[in-house]
């Protein structure tokens, strides 16, 4: 199992950019689908992005295409969340996740795929 930490969260207004980041702990990282889900209060949690073992293979939320890109640094253990044209309903709680999968170019949009998790970072968007 991986560990997973996120940074980079805050307070951001409208129309502005973030980045969040993911570090992994552990050997095995360029063998798991890593993912970004995010949870807004009295929301359920929802898939946001993932992307495959190599980065060739992402799938991003229609409600984030276009704005968001999800990237990996394998020789980093990490994995990126570039945020771009922010808006209020972006506010959430977003946690990075970590699937093992047999496959290179698999990706998951199930949160229940995933078997590790960040402990979250917030993120506030103002209008």
């Known amino acids: 199992q991986v560990q997973l930490v996120e940074s980079g969260g805050g307070l951001v207004q409208a129309g502005g950019s973030l980045r969040l980041s993911c570090a992994a702990s552990?050997?095995?990282?360029?063998?798991?689908?890593m993912g970004w889900f995010r949870q807004a209060p009295g929301k359920e949690r929802e898939f946001v992005a993932a992307?495959?073992?190599?980065?060739?293979?992402?799938l991003h939320a229609d409600s984030v295409k276009g704005r968001f890109t999800i990237s990996r640094d394998n020789a980093k253990n990490t994995v990126y969340l570039q945020m771009n044209s922010l808006k209020p309903e972006d506010t959430a709680v977003y946690y990075c996740?970590?699937?093992?999968?047999?496959?290179?170019?698999?990706?998951?949009?199930?949160?229940?795929?995933?078997?590790?998790w960040g402990q979250g970072t917030q993120v506030t968007v103002s209008s």
């Open positions: 552990g050997r095995t990282f360029n063998s798991y689908v």
């Open positions: 992307i495959s073992w190599t980065g060739g293979r992402t």
């Open positions: 996740a970590a699937a093992r999968s047999s496959y290179s170019s698999g990706v998951y949009s199930s949160a229940a795929q995933f078997g590790s």
